[in-house]
């Protein structure tokens, strides 16, 4: 389970709207990635999806149940890590299942479930400001699974890794995502990115951002990311998205 | 090549620490001997480092003579330390559950912010008066407490309220509840902040006792030993007693530091 709906979305930030009737929806354990020019809004939509701010017009619902306040089902994974810093590894991972209460053992077995699944084994006792950025991530993305979430709401997660880590996480992202199939609203700036992650992609417009265009990204996975198909479907969103960009730099 | 030039700092701080008594020795020496004065000063009269070093020895531990018993530097040192440690722990216990509630919630903030913001404008010293009148006892304790709760509480308020706010997100995110942020992860990201006010109250709570214990005249503490010795004229035991209330503040504030570094050890 993990069906994402929003209708007719709309949120204003200080007296200008930041998106506008935003209407798309996110399959059970479907990729979904969210792509538009910067500023049109992408990160209040997913604020909005985790119930972190409300939408001032629209609804949204996961499985049919209408979200208010923070979305519990959901696991956040934010561009700057936002881990712990007073937790090592193992810490931040538990830090869902111990908030619930859930009993020491138990706590212990997920994490050490999370911790192997992601690749940090042996980087279990180090503390987030001794990992590399791209294992600060991959703890980002173990304490949001181990949350046990319906469904993963990235905020552009590998924006700050360079550009081979950037490559590795992506594949290591998708063989996670295939073992745990959780469905993901993935939001980045990057054509690249969502043509290698994404089952779709919501192109959205200029401020106020909207849907403007939904691809499907239907190539078999592992993708080659230079692959004729693989350019076919970058030109068509790169066209789709460059009229935007363009609106948004006037 | 780092620890060279670590080396070379403290030859060079041993040296200073060397030439700042070699100079005071050097001034008191030649006023005695009428070589140099500085007008309307009595240079004559201080003591050189030798003598005050013998007074610190020599006044150290408690003596009685005949049947009057005098206090060593020992034992006034020991009670003021105690007034520090009593004031302190009150003052830890009161002021970072407040700097946590104004810190966080902005009622009460706006409850409490105008009467913390003048109070703590009133020098701990200001306070003597009514811990002597009205007080009475434990009025030294008080005029610590003065001197060292504001400095947690606005602290404890930097450092809850500099709390990462995505930090905060993420927690709510992961199921927290409003109590579990604050222990979980308002309480521990302003724990750097808190013992940083701890370390300045400590600081402030230090120079406030050696205030009060002059004028409250309590029989036994540093500041009343000090103010003592300069009245019968033992200079060389007063500036001793000066000398270890430095040395006691500075240990004091390195201490913390040492703790801060062993305890928190997720800081860059």
Redesign the interface.
Known sequence: MGRLVLKKVSRKFNGFLATENMDFEVADGEFVCLLGPSGCGKTTILRIA???ISPDEGEIFLDGKKIVG???E???V?Q?Y??????TTKGNIM??PE??GMPKEECERISRHYIDLVGLAGFEKL???ELSGGMKQRVGIA?AYA?NPKLLLMDEPFGALDAQTRNIMQAELLRIWEKEHVSVLFVTHSVDEAVYLADRIVVMTARPGTVKEIFEVDLPRPRVRTSPEANVIRDRVLRSLGTEIQMAMR | MKIDSERKGLAINILSLFCFLLLWHALVMMARNDIFNIPFMRLRDIPTPIETWYALLGSMFTKTYGPALTYGIADHTRASLLRVVEGGIIAFIVGVPVGIGVGYSKLLGNILNPIIEIVRNMPPMAWIPLAIFILVAGGSIFIVFIGMVFPIILNTVHGVKSTDSRLIDAAKTLGASESKIVTLVVIPSAFPSIMTGLRIGLGVGWMAIVAAEMVIRSPVGLGYFIWNMGDLGRYAEMVAGMIVIGVIGYVMNISILVLQKRFIRWVD
């Not at chain 1, 936002?82 to 937790?87: E, K, T, Y």
């Open positions: 985790a119930g972190l923070v979305n519990k959901c696991g956040v934010f700057e936002a881990l712990f810093p007073w937790r830090f869902g908030v619930k503390y987030p400001h304490r949350n």
